[in-house]
């Protein structure tokens, strides 16, 4: 139930278009999505999170969408460019009284010039 | 603006050796954690700390030690080195809970183990 399985493992798109990144979790208490934009040879680092009072954040290209009944959220690239090129991580947590995250596995993308 | 400083960046060690990890942060936070990560397996938690003086045992701790005696710094050591252990190694540290703060994370160290 701590599990946040997140598809696909990669994924490769073409300049300008749009990368779509999928995770889904099981267990009801998270409340916290953030996701997390790792470059070779780096740390991941926050990109952008959600909560599950609103079905969608936006900031500038990116863009989660968070369905509270089926237990999925997912990041949207627009007009998705190389430097787009990254593994990306989805997370989970409860806010409050814990002090981790559940990652999911990655996804290794893309992007052809 | 340093953030989380790691070493070594790199390190091969023989099975049954000893090591330990370094994580350094100079942004005065209090949260301070240690993943391994894998191919496929993403980021696993193996101890984390919420204070200094304190550390709590994370998804994978087996095999692993910990230490946090300054805020500043939290000691990842590694008593008997198996080839399992081989991996990529990050820390991160936040100024609050997960939800509320982000994780900052350093560069990581790789670490093989023949």
């Known amino acids: 139930q701590q599990q946040v399985k997140q598809s696909p493992q990669s994924l490769i798109v073409q300049k300008g278009g749009i990368s779509i990144i999928n995770c889904a979790y099981e267990?009801?208490?998270?409340?916290?999505f953030p996701w997390y934009q790792q470059f070779p040879g780096k740390g991941p680092a926050l990109l952008i999170a959600?909560?599950?009072?609103?079905s969608e954040k936006k900031e500038g290209r990116f863009t989660i969408s968070f369905n509270k009944s089926a237990k999925q959220f997912s990041l949207h690239i627009m007009d998705s460019q190389p430097g787009d090129s990254a593994t990306y991580f989805c997370?989970?947590?409860?806010?409050?009284?814990?002090?981790?995250?559940?990652f999911g596995t990655g996804t290794r993308l893309k992007v052809l010039a | 603006n340093a953030g989380v400083t790691q070493t070594p960046k790199f390190r091969v060690l023989k099975t049954g050796q000893s090591m330990t990890l370094l994580c350094a942060q100079d942004?005065?936070?209090?949260?301070m954690y240690w993943y391994r990560q894998d191919p496929g397996m993403g980021l696993r938690l193996i101890h984390y700390?919420?204070?200094?003086?304190?550390?709590a045992k994370g998804e994978v701790p087996d095999g692993y030690n910990v230490s946090r005696l300054k805020k500043q710094n939290f000691l990842l050591g590694l008593e008997s080195a198996a080839p399992s252990q081989t991996s990529v190694y990050f820390c991160?540290?936040?100024?609050?809970?997960?939800?509320?703060?982000?994780?900052?994370f350093g560069d990581g160290t790789r670490l093989s183990i023949l």
């Open positions: 991160a540290s936040s100024s609050g809970q997960p939800g509320n703060q982000p994780q900052h």
């Open positions: 267990n009801t208490a998270f409340d916290y």
């Open positions: 959600i909560r599950p009072d609103v």
């Open positions: 997370a989970a947590t409860i806010a409050s009284g814990t002090y981790k995250y559940i």
């Open positions: 942004m005065n936070h209090e949260y």
């Open positions: 700390s919420v204070g200094e003086g304190t550390t």
